[in-house]
């Protein structure tokens, strides 16, 4: 008996030892939190091979001690690894520990051939979805492109370690989508791109719009760690060639939906992270419980450029007066430095320094940072750092900000030997003009690519003027220029709603036309004399109804004619949503409703029936593409009208006419009733009531009649009971 305890005791022991060495492994296993790659060609051999750069990073929560990145060779000749490094960066905010591991490969390949790379592990945090074992896979395309004449160059993303959100203020997460070839970035599952991990993408109340990379909640998202398996693909904006030196090419076409309705992608690589869903909170007020960011903060996708050998700074501005921010989560480049300030308010300010070394030559590095309190964290904002030999110049200028219009002077002396026509603004259909000592520029908010932002009880809107070079061009003679400007509006002004609601006044700079504009406006009817106000947006419109819309374009010039390419409807206020429908097409009527009214050179009047998308949509706006033109010339965009064969379309000639530029209308709304069948519903329920009324009178009619006449019976035999008894007691 007392062998057998022994040995029972010793089996407890054993049993307990057994759990404190493997207990702790498994609680180190599962710390995956996701990673990100992106590639890039190095140097090229004389041979005909070539270096390809590999840049990676991994999030864990867990100390930085070890690597787990394994990426191997998929399928292709994936060639030789030449060099590879680990380089951690380990922060511990108060609020979540993590790491970030930050590694760099290069692999000398025979040719420029695609191949897969692959890395997998084990095991995801714990999960809602149950997730353990992850896949991420990686397609490298680095053939030459015909619109670069350079090496393909893949996307360019990462996410915070962290990111976390109380379920009722889940709206939407913002990802990061760069592509420094200037290419289309569409973000995915990696499961409907071919992935392993089904179960990690079972997100029922979780939407992604693949074309912008956002996630959108929708209902209730269950409280806990949400884990995200996804893929960045990146198509050209127009159709390509890819040349490879084994002789061989490939067209790659662009997301153009008279293209082909489903084009392959140049390249593909993973960005996988995790979510967190907390428990609700009390309020979701930015600013207040939780962190908003304030100026001088930069926006979700701006790019900076940087210079080797040059530090970069970044300031971070949040406030949240009600819950104190304890730190910045970033994740970005490994040697960058953080400092944190708190100030009055509950504001706080990170400031962030980097300075590329010369391997970081010709980079993307993408940095994406939030605030964090104990409860909440802010949107995740995301930037991309382009690494130059040198910096670009800055330029000294004045800004002028005027009601619903920013104007820009910029001193000539400020950027010596650059040529207005060689400067652009994010829409890079607008150019600038100049005189002998200065380049200018006008435009209007929402116009021109500048972007908005809310900071308390201002609204701020950013621009940049950046100089380019020809398309295709594999020299250049001119030094780069980068100018930031923006102008600050108070939110009681009627900027903000002018600039959600009407759209109305679209002011554009161009270096053969100067500032010239247009209005896009709703009419009340056919005569185009009055305008629906600003303050009824959005329209309402019954189906069928007709609506009456006017174009005018503006110009300092006396010559000139307006042309409306194209317009188009779409559920949103993106003019190239993958859903739209279109109604004049290459300068050709394409809804049978519509009607345009003749008019003078420089207006554009039409009717069009009220309609609605299928679906689940509610309301349509209306984008049109319009060109100004010199009236007189006869080989201008204008004068050739309406071309049914695209390919017929003659190239746009600068000094005849201005780009193509977008203007948006809308919000419409159907309502959900006609007012004919409202009318019949009434009419129909007016004469049922009628009905019903008469049917209720003659039924009362009848029920009193029988209540008279039982009446008139009880009375009847009453009097005759008494009388036949008064008789009885007589006898």
Not at 392 to 397: D, K, T
């Amino acid at each position: 008996m007392r062998i057998g305890h022994t040995t029972t005791l010793i089996m407890a022991h054993l049993l307990v030892l057994v759990l404190f060495i493997f207990l702790p492994i498994q609680i180190k296993a599962n710390a995956f939190l996701g990673n990100s790659l992106s590639f890039s060609v190095g140097k090229e051999n004389p041979d005909g091979s070539l270096e390809v750069n590999f840049y990676y990073r991994e999030h864990r929560n867990e100390s930085c001690g070890s690597q787990h990145s394994n990426w191997q060779c998929q399928s292709g000749d994936c060639g030789a690894l030449t060099q590879s490094e680990v380089l951690t960066s380990e922060a511990s905010s108060g609020v979540v520990d993590w790491c970030q591991a930050e590694g760099f490969m290069t692999r000398n390949v025979s040719s420029d051939s695609t191949f897969v790379l692959r890395d997998t592990g084990c095991c995801w945090r714990s999960n809602v979805h149950g997730a353990s074992d992850w896949t991420a896979d990686t397609l490298v395309n680095v053939g030459t492109r015909s619109d670069t004449h350079k090496p393909n160059r893949s996307p360019v993303s990462t996410a915070v370690p962290r990111l976390q959100i109380p379920q009722n203020c889940f709206l939407s997460v913002e990802l990061l989508a760069h592509d420094p070839d200037g290419d289309s970035v569409r973000c995915k599952f990696s499961t409907k791109a071919g992935g392993n991990c089904a179960s990690c993408h079972s997100h029922p109340n979780i939407n992604l719009n693949e074309e912008l990379c956002i996630l959108r909640g929708n209902g209730s998202v269950p409280v806990g760690t949400h884990v995200f398996e996804m893929v960045l693909e990146d198509y050209p904006r127009k159709d390509i060639t890819i040349m490879y030196t084994n002789g061989t090419s490939f067209i790659k076409h662009s997301l153009n939906e008279t293209a082909m309705t489903n084009p392959s992608p140049i390249s593909q690589i993973p960005l996988q992270f995790t979510l967190e869903v907390l428990s609700s909170a009390e309020n979701c007020v930015n600013g207040v419980t939780r962190p908003q960011f304030l100026t001088p903060t930069p926006s979700h996708g701006e790019v900076h450029v940087t210079a080797v050998g040059h530090k970069h700074q970044l300031k971070l501005r949040a406030q949240s007066t009600e819950s104190r921010i304890v730190d910045f989560q970033i994740s970005g480049p490994w040697n960058m430095s953080k400092s944190l300030q708190r100030l009055d308010h509950g504001v706080a300010v990170a400031t962030v320094e980097w300075m590329p070394q010369q391997s970081d030559l010709h980079r993307s590095v993408p940095l994406c940072f939030t605030a964090d309190t104990q409860t909440s964290q802010s949107e995740m904002r995301c930037v991309v750092l382009m690494v130059k030999q040198s910096l670009p110049l800055a330029g000294i200028g004045e800004v002028s900000c005027q009601e619903n219009v920013i104007n820009v002077v910029m001193s000539k002396a400020s950027i010596p030997g650059i040529d207005h026509k060689w400067l652009r603004m994010i829409d890079p259909s607008c150019s600038l003009t100049s005189n002998d000592t200065h380049v200018m520029a006008t435009l209007s908010i929402n116009t021109c690519g500048t972007v908005m932002e809310e900071e308390g009880d201002f609204l701020i809107f950013k621009n940049v003027i950046t100089s380019f070079d020809t398309p295709g061009s594999v020299i250049t003679r001119r030094d780069k220029v980068t100018i930031d400007f923006s102008c600050q509006y108070p939110k009681v002004v009627n900027v903000h709603g002018h600039y959600l609601n009407t759209k109305s006044d679209y002011i554009f700079t161009e270096s053969s036309f100067g500032s010239f504009g247009y209005t896009f406006e709703i009419f009340t009817d056919n005569t185009f004399s009055t305008a629906v106000a600003p303050e009824t947006y959005p329209v309402e419109y019954e189906l069928m109804e007709m609506i009456y819309m006017g174009i005018k374009a503006h110009s300092s010039l006396a010559n000139t004619k307006l042309f409306v390419e194209s317009c188009r409807a779409t559920p949103s206020a993106n003019p190239k949503s993958p859903v739209h429908y279109d109604i004049i097409s290459n300068g050709c009527l394409a809804d049978d409703t519509v009607k345009v009214y003749p008019g003078g050179s420089t207006t554009f009047e039409f009717e069009i029936q009220a309609f609605k998308f299928t679906g689940e949509f509610d309301e349509v706006f209306i984008s049109c593409s319009v060109i100004l033109c010199e009236a007189s010339n006869p080989n201008s965009r204008c004068a050739q009208g309406c071309v049914k064969n695209a390919s017929r379309r003659r190239k746009r000639e600068g000094n005849l006419e201005t780009a193509s530029h977008f203007l948006t209308q809308g919000p419409f709304r159907v309502l959900r009733e006609s007012s004919v069948k409202r009318h019949e519903d009434s009419k129909a329920a007016s004469s049922s009531n009628e009905q019903i009324n008469v049917g209720t009178f003659a039924l009362a009619s009848m029920l009193a009649a029988t209540l008279v006449l039982l009446v008139v019976v009880i009375f009847y035999r009453h009097q005759r009971y008494r009388s036949l008894s008064q008789q009885n007691l007589l006898f």
